[in-house]
Structure formats: structure tokens, C-alpha cells
């Protein structure tokens, strides 16, 4: 990994999704982060539960579902290998007797750490705490995946040898919301670039406030803002969905995929460049 003149290219991104198919979401996936690779993309974002989908309802609390999860993403950090990129993307992950909403940093072929969502929305039309637990149910650091201990916790802040400007946190959709946020928190400890994987859904007005928040967090943050949200292939009769992704740095919106601009056959792909030097 590396930058120029202090600026790193991240991305946000929209795979076509198919609910609850794992492998079909995986080979989007894979094809969106050659897509970033190809664009020189050193930071690449994807929605919340983008591995399964957000929107499986008790198929979470299905076995089939979450192994096949976790193979999805051996395949995908697999393919991050060679690619010299970090590669956010979100996945139920069991632990124990608890279920966590989850975000997991992949690079160089391997899962770096799994970030656990700290707020669960549980009212109006989000019912996640039927199936989600927040990180203080459990008091595990690391979890065993494939011969590996990985680093787990919402309070993780990744830095890089190689960046010593970069250092990283990760905050998931509704956390964002939040009068204290965990990536205020991620900021106050030194975080230049907060990443969001986001199922958000889409009612009258709310691309526009979410907008603002995005915008304001960069500024409150004095960081870089990446953030990624599901798209149309998770739309129910409940909920619509629409890949609202946007990159801000310190106020100021650089790039947006306005609601419903679904991208090519393996979904959209929003890049940008972000002062990390500036930023530090």
C-alpha cells in the first residue's frame, strides 16, 4: 500500500445482491474489488451484511446460512491477496450462544479484524435485536478463523506500518446515528478515516439528511468518510433499499452515488482520493 502527495483512493461499493445466496454475493464482490484494484483503489468499502444480505429476516438463525458466511469469506479474503488493498465487508458471525452484525478488514489474503455493530436498532421498522447482540455481550478479543486468531472488538483502530498517517476505525449504519458515535470515539484516538457499511433504508427526505450526517461526521471527525450502503436487491414489501454511497472528507462531500443508480452487472463503484496527510 502506498499514497502520493498524502492522498489515499478509497471506494465505496454496491454489489448486486441475492439474498441469503452467499456465493452469488461473493463472486460480485470478488469482481468489485478487481474493479477498485484495477482503479488503484487502496481502501474499498462494502455494505452491511453484504455476504448474506441484510434483509434474511430468521434465516440468520439458520446454520446452512452462517457457515456458508464465513466460506464466502475465506474465498473473498482469499482474493484480496496480491491486491494491496483493505477490503471491508459485513457478515453474521456467531460467537458462543450471541450472533453479531459484523464488519470484517481484509488485506494481503487474510481477515485482519471483525468489528461487532455497537447500536442495534430496534424500533420502527428495524427489528434486530431479534437476531443481533451488541459487542458487550461477549468478552471475547479475538476469534479462532481458519487456524487464526482475529483480532474482535468495536474498539479496534488500525494503522499501518507502511502509512504511518492512516489509521482506521470502523463504525456500522446505525452506530453513525448515534449522539456519541463509536467513530467520534475512533477519532478521538487518532482515526484519519472512518469507514461506514451501511443498510440504509430509503423514505422522503432521508437521502438528504443522511447526506448532512455523513458531511457532518467527516467535519466532527476531521477525518475521511467512506460509506456504503445496500442496494435494490435487498428491497422487501417492509423496506427500500437504494446503494446511497457517498466519500467525504473534513465537511465536504467529494463523491456520491445518488439513490438507485444500480452500476453495471456486478453492482457500483464510487472513487475518490482523500488527504490522509492533511488529515493527520
Request: negative net charge; charged residues 20%; aromatic residues 8%.
Amino acid at each position: 500500500m502506498y499514497y502520493e502527495d498524502g492522498f489515499v483512493k478509497v471506494a465505496a461499493a454496491t454489489p448486486r445482491l441475492r439474498v441469503a445466496d452467499t456465493a452469488y454475493n461473493a463472486g460480485n464482490i470478488i469482481r468489485l474489488m478487481d474493479q477498485a484494484h484495477a482503479a488503484g483503489v487502496k481502501v474499498l468499502v462494502f455494505p452491511e451484511l453484504c455476504i448474506t444480505g441484510y434483509t434474511c429476516g430468521d434465516l440468520f438463525q439458520q446454520q446452512l446460512l452462517l457457515h456458508n458466511a464465513q466460506r464466502s469469506l475465506a474465498d473473498i479474503a482469499a482474493h484480496s491477496a496480491g491486491l494491496h488493498m483493505l477490503v471491508l465487508v459485513g457478515l453474521p458471525l456467531e460467537l458462543g450462544s450471541h450472533l453479531f452484525n459484523c464488519a470484517a478488514l481484509l488485506g494481503d489474503g487474510q481477515v485482519l479484524a471483525l468489528m461487532p455493530k455497537t447500536f442495534i436498532p430496534n424500533y420502527g421498522e428495524f427489528y434486530e435485536c431479534r437476531y443481533f447482540s451488541p459487542p458487550s455481550a461477549t468478552a471475547a478479543a479475538t476469534v479462532r478463523l481458519d487456524g487464526h486468531d482475529v483480532p474482535f472488538g468495536a474498539d479496534l483502530l488500525l494503522c499501518c506500518a507502511e502509512l504511518a498517517d492512516l489509521k482506521v476505525g470502523v463504525e456500522i449504519c446505525e452506530d453513525l446515528w448515534m449522539p456519541v458515535s463509536p467513530g467520534a470515539l475512533h477519532a478521538l484516538h487518532g482515526a484519519t478515516l472512518l469507514l461506514n457499511p451501511s443498510a440504509s433504508n430509503e423514505v422522503v427526505g432521508k437521502a438528504r439528511y443522511r447526506r448532512d450526517l455523513v458531511k457532518s461526521q467527516s467535519a466532527r471527525c476531521v477525518c475521511g468518510y467512506v460509506y456504503a450502503s445496500a442496494g435494490d436487491g435487498e428491497s422487501t414489501t417492509d423496506l427500500v433499499f437504494a446503494g446511497h454511497n457517498m466519500i467525504a472528507e473534513n465537511g465536504v462531500l467529494l463523491a456520491e452515488i445518488r439513490p438507485f443508480d444500480a452500476g453495471d452487472d456486478a453492482g457500483s463503484l464510487l472513487v475518490s482520493d482523500v488527504d490522509i496527510q492533511k488529515l493527520a
